[in-house]
């Protein structure tokens, strides 16, 4: 990555640019918790393996671009959304409570690795793209790994024998989902977000 | 009719005299008992009270249906998790072997206990979003004094996830109108056509947030004022002796739980008659 | 000292990500109490207007601005976090985009309780505001499902529950239908009869906002065009028509009396006037 490459990134805060936490944060998190809420709700309905966990879980769209486009508000979004869609879904409401952890690094990493490698979410070179799967997939491997056994397991809800099923149903789940959107919505609309004054180029702001 | 969380509730219903504040008391408090009981005959009791409570405050029972299909999902995941996929042990009791594959007692008595954990819990969730409304959830959040910004988040949210499933009534005609119809294609097609829904949606939030934003701006609202609110919601919801009185029992049930489980060892699986009768039928039938 | 409700001196504003100047070179003076009709085609910079007023632009909206908007003597950047909006009340052509809250109730009370006001004073509010855009039958359902109307009516009174000393009101009956326009123009004709409120109304239906406003002005490219007392804003009405505005068929009627030299003076702006104009027309041919 070179220091040029580092100045023209949508990333950097120019010089006497000013950006600031505003009214328009609050909203757009809750409106991803909303856009979440629905697709995510979708997922759980339309093909579940149970507790949550399902093989093609629309969710991750918003659990991982909104962090890549908002920062940590898409986090904040990306943990509790699931939440909602997984109780209306019939998850249990400690089981749902205790993805949060999983939720939080699948939200967290791509962002993270899109920021701190300096890639441009409008997917304008063959490494973007590739940065961000291996992102998706690094996460959506600790979540497929967590949640059966530290939260199905802990719960008694599943077996030793039974976890490989669920580990890959959430994995595959999330990544052939994210394949799906990510790219797509990313290429489609991160021209336009990146205008929006809701747009974080850190974390918060 | 009043509208709720997961539908509608007739107006005379009892639980609109229930403050906020104890029905999410309820929700995470009795979510919690299934998991402390492993006789299945008392978590029964449980799904019968719950759906007592339902009745009384005149929840039509077709809301249950929603979570059927759900039910026999988890149902089935958790009996063939725990049977079929349960792995080979000599130490455990056999009640038969279909295709070659052994099915222990212990097993199914498991997966029994598990699934009557999980019923309760989903139901008392039904219970929850079938009998509070939106801004009950923010009048329990402001009584419990969490900040402003974050009950308004969520109450933002839930007025959100209305928008985009409006949005997405809207998205869909729009794509019918031209001749889009996702009726009897293929899963790949129906997929290729949730990802076009994906894109207007999520540019609509867009729109939106930048007017939703404009709108709470215009209306003095910022999360960083030193204005104290008068939090006129909770002027709404007086906290009466009925509803302390419903905190006191939930909490005390609660705690009788525990001593009864961890004191006494009740609501153990060897505590359990039905178990046991099943065990003996089961295990009496492959002896046979 | 007295000052000008509205005050905007050499302004332009220039959208960070925009092709050209919203505003451009713009002033504008509105006098405490004084209603004001504003006129022009989409893209004339109405909006951008209306929300430098209101401090949305440039609190909301990164881009360059220049000159001064001052409301009430104080510039709008001076003005503390959530000041300005107690002074300024700004009601927006969709209702449904201004919704904040999941009951009417709560919808009407949550400008109030930004102000900090006491239980006792929002409940006052909360009645007045009521009975004056007549909510009081639908206090406990959600906004987003009454009719287009009643919601436009719950923005309108939300907003006056705050009590501004300047209303400002973007196409508040774009979305509505005839009857439902007609009821909201009903509201403000009650309010501006009732309380000496300054207000600033951007409306394409000009028949309904004739009656109501003192001052009419036009705005195209971001620049005041044409501005003047309503009867003698129409006098040209070759330029307005320029300008893509369609005067009222009362006015127009009025017009072509007058430019045909059948009658002299200045335009109606009733039925009753344009009536009376016809008589004389047809007295003196």
Redesign the interface.
């Known amino acids: 990555m070179s220091e040029t490459n580092k100045e023209d990134s949508v990333w950097t805060v120019l010089e006497g640019e000013r950006r600031s936490v505003g009214v328009i944060h609050i909203v757009i998190t809750a409106l991803l918790i909303g856009i979440g809420f629905v697709v995510g709700a979708f997922g759980s309905i339309s093909f579940p393996l149970g507790f949550g966990v399902n093989f093609f879980w629309t969710g991750i769209a918003v659990q991982q671009i909104g962090p890549i486009w908002f920062g940590g508000w898409g986090i904040i979004a990306g943990v509790i959304f699931p939440f909602f869609s997984n109780a209306i879904a019939g998850t249990p409401f400690y089981v749902s409570l205790a993805y949060i952890p999983a939720n939080f690094v699948q939200a967290f990493l791509p962002a993270f690795a899109m920021k701190k490698l300096n890639c441009d979410p409008r997917l304008k070179k063959g490494r973007d793209y590739l940065v961000l799967f291996v992102a998706m997939v690094v996460s959506s491997a600790f979540g497929a790994i967590y949640s059966p056994l530290v939260v199905l397991k802990g719960f008694g809800l599943l077996t030793v024998e039974s976890l490989p099923l669920f580990m890959w149903g959430w994995f595959g789940g999330n990544v052939v989902a994210g394949v799906v959107f990510n790219f797509v919505l990313l290429k489609a609309l991160s021209g336009v977000v990146i205008k929006t004054p809701a747009f974080v180029k850190k974390w918060w702001s | 009719m009043k509208k709720t969380l997961l539908g509608y509730m007739p107006d005379e219903s009892f639980i609109y005299h229930v403050h906020p504040s104890v029905k999410v008391l309820f929700l995470l408090v009795v979510s919690l008992f299934p998991m402390f009981i492993s006789a299945v005959e008392w978590n029964a009791a449980l799904i019968l009270f719950l759906i007592f409570l339902l009745v009384v405050s005149r929840v039509s029972l077709r809301i249950i249906k929603i979570y059927i299909p759900v039910a026999i999902s988890m149902g089935t995941i958790i009996l063939l998790s725990y049977t079929v996929l349960g792995g080979r042990h000599p130490e455990f009791s056999i009640v038969g072997s279909p295709l070659g594959v052994p099915i222990y007692w212990e097993r199914i008595r498991d997966a029994l206990v598990v699934y009557f954990r999980i019923l309760p819990m989903i139901l008392t969730m039904v219970f929850f979003l079938s009998t509070t409304r939106e801004r009950e959830i923010v009048a329990a959040f402001r009584a419990a004094r969490i900040p402003f910004v974050v009950t308004y988040m969520i109450a933002m949210s839930m007025r959100a996830a209305g928008m985009v499933l409006e949005d997405f009534r809207i998205v869909r005609q729009a794509e019918q109108a031209r001749g889009f119809d996702t009726k009897g294609k293929s899963l790949p097609y129906k997929i290729r056509k949730y990802v076009a829904y994906m894109i207007p949606l999520f540019a609509l939030s867009l729109r939106r947030a930048e007017e939703f934003t404009n709108a709470l701006v215009a209306r003095g609202y910022s999360f960083r004022s030193n204005v104290k609110r008068p939090d006129y919601i909770l002027s709404r919801y007086r906290f009466r002796w009925w509803d302390a009185l419903a905190c006191l029992v939930i909490m005390a049930g609660f705690a009788a739980l525990l001593a009864a489980r961890y004191g006494y060892g009740k609501f153990t699986l060897e505590d359990s008659i039905f178990l046991d009768w099943l065990g003996g039928r089961l295990l009496s039938g492959a002896a046979a | 000292m007295n000052h000008h409700a509205v005050e905007i001196i050499d302004y332009t504003w220039k959208y960070?990500?925009g092709t050209g100047e919203a505003v451009s070179g713009l002033n504008l003076t509105v006098e405490a109490g004084e209603c004001i009709g504003l006129i022009g085609s989409n893209g004339s910079g109405k909006t951008t207007l209306v929300?430098s007023i209101?401090?949305?632009i440039p609190?909301?909206?990164?881009g360059i601005k220049t000159g001064e908007v001052r409301v009430f003597g104080t510039e709008v950047e001076e003005y503390k976090?959530?000041e300005l909006?107690?002074e300024v009340?700004?009601v927006?052509s969709?209702p449904e985009?201004?919704?904040?809250?999941?009951?009417v109730?709560?919808e009407l009370?949550?400008?109030?309780?930004?102000?900090?006001?006491?239980?006792k004073e929002?409940q006052v509010r909360l009645d007045w505001a009521c009975e004056l855009a007549d909510l009081g039958s639908m206090l406990?359902k959600?906004p987003?499902?009454i009719s287009g109307g009643q919601k436009q009516r719950v923005a309108l009174a939300?907003?006056l529950a705050?009590q501004p000393k300047l209303l400002i009101l973007d196409e508040p009956t774009a979305m509505l239908d005839p009857i439902s326009r007609a009821r909201v123009f009903d509201v403000l004709a009650r309010l501006r009869k009732e309380r000496d409120i300054t207000m600033i109304l951007i409306e394409h239906t000009l028949e309904h906002i004739i009656p109501l406003v003192d001052r009419m002005v036009l705005l195209g490219e971001g620049k005041v065009l044409h501005q003047a007392p309503t009867r003698e804003f129409f006098d040209d009405l070759t330029l307005l028509r320029e300008q893509g505005v369609l005067p009222p068929s009362v006015v127009g009627f009025s017009g072509w009396l007058r430019e045909s030299g059948r009658v002299d003076g200045p335009s109606a702006l009733s039925i009753e006037e344009a009536a009376d104009q016809a008589r004389q027309a047809r007295g003196g041919e």
Do not use: K
């Not at chain 3, 009370?109 to 239980?119: A, R």
């Open positions: 960070l990500h929300n209101d401090g949305l609190g909301q909206y990164h976090r959530g909006q107690r009340g700004l927006f969709d985009a201004q919704f904040t809250a999941m009951t109730e709560d009370v949550f400008g109030m309780e930004n102000l900090g006001l006491s239980l929002i406990e959600p987003y499902e939300a907003v705050m």
